[in-house]
């Protein structure tokens, strides 16, 4: 094993190991959201309230080194409110640019389907382009810009559910759910303890990472090989959604990508050079279930993305020589 990998993978286990002195009993969570990050992507997290999604977010952010914003959407946000506007300097008698929230390295966008469509809009151009544009004035943002937007999958009233097209800007759905009951009397111990969540600097937690050694990760990741099997059998699970009788709309191709991408983090997290079969399997469902729309029947009958997913990854054969 290549001794860079081994130091990179046990640089993410170190971050991972900081993150659950706060954060209990959600490791798939974690790790999903942290590869998010370390990929440049964006993520939904979507969860009843009080799982400590907010918590996490912070959390990642000073184990990271990272600046954090947070912005909590409502039906009266506009949209410089998120990316900031011009503002006349009377000292200087010109205009001066204002930055908004998003010029930071992770945002979380706290009920995004509680702002109107504009707004999240201006937020999503800002996520796919990297920069925003203020009076025709571009403004380039944190080359480690990630957001993570939450939900209340509960309260869907005053609501403006993102359209598909923009869903599929999210290279992860993430779902949290309510610890188990160990998991949650740490959490009632921790808290017990003394534990503040809005004071993470009594919780000991220490930065592990930073901005340049996040950026460094991505340049491995390319240097992760993935034979022709394993990119047929992601292309043929994002093609077999389109094709399942429960579905109406499947997956696209930035999916396949997209899962391509996250096999790669998964491989180099375990310290390897290749990705294998189950690394794709390990994050198909985050990749893949908000990309999918049922169809209306299979909706009545109670079938989910996840149902779909997991009849999938069943149905197709599991590439079995992968070279090491």
Do not use: W
Request: aromatic share 4%.
């Amino acid at each position: 094993m290549n001794d860079d990998r081994t130091e990179t993978a046990g640089g993410l286990d170190h971050v991972a190991s900081e993150l659950a002195k706060v954060v209990k009993g959600q490791t798939p969570v974690v790790e999903s959201v942290l590869l998010t990050a370390l990929l440049g992507g964006h993520a939904l997290i979507e969860g009843p309230p009080g799982t400590a999604k907010t918590l996490l977010v912070r959390a990642l952010a000073r184990v990271l080194s990272c600046r954090f914003k947070r912005i909590q959407f409502t039906p009266d946000l506009m949209p410089t409110d998120v990316i900031g506007t011009n503002v006349f300097d009377q000292r200087s008698g010109d205009f001066a640019f204002r930055e908004g929230p998003i010029f930071t390295d992770l945002l979380l966008a706290d009920e995004i389907n509680r702002a109107p469509s504009k707004t999240q809009a201006a937020l999503l151009e800002c996520m796919e382009e990297r920069h925003a544009t203020v009076d025709g004035t571009r403004h380039a943002i944190s080359p480690v810009f990630t957001v993570f937007a939450t939900q209340n999958p509960i309260e869907f009233e005053g609501t403006y559910p993102l359209p598909e097209a923009q869903l599929d800007r999210f290279m992860c759905k993430i779902l949290v759910d309510f610890p188990d009951h160990d998991r949650e009397m740490e959490i009632v111990a921790l808290h017990d303890s003394g534990f503040d969540p809005s004071d993470l600097d009594s919780a000991g937690l220490e930065p592990v990472m930073t901005v340049e050694s996040m950026l460094e990760f991505r340049a491995r990741i390319m240097d992760t090989r993935t034979e022709e099997k394993v990119r047929r059998y992601i292309t043929d699970i994002s093609q077999a959604t389109r094709a399942h009788p429960s579905v109406a709309v499947g997956a696209s191709p930035r999916a396949s990508v997209h899962l391509l991408r996250m096999a790669k983090a998964v491989a180099l997290l375990d310290g390897r050079d290749f990705t294998v079969p189950d690394d794709v399997k390990l994050h198909a469902a985050p990749v893949l279930r908000h990309r999918i729309i049922l169809r209306p029947e299979a909706e009545i009958e109670g079938q989910v993305g996840d149902d779909v997913i997991d009849d999938i990854l069943a149905g197709i054969p599991v590439p079995m020589s992968v070279a090491a």
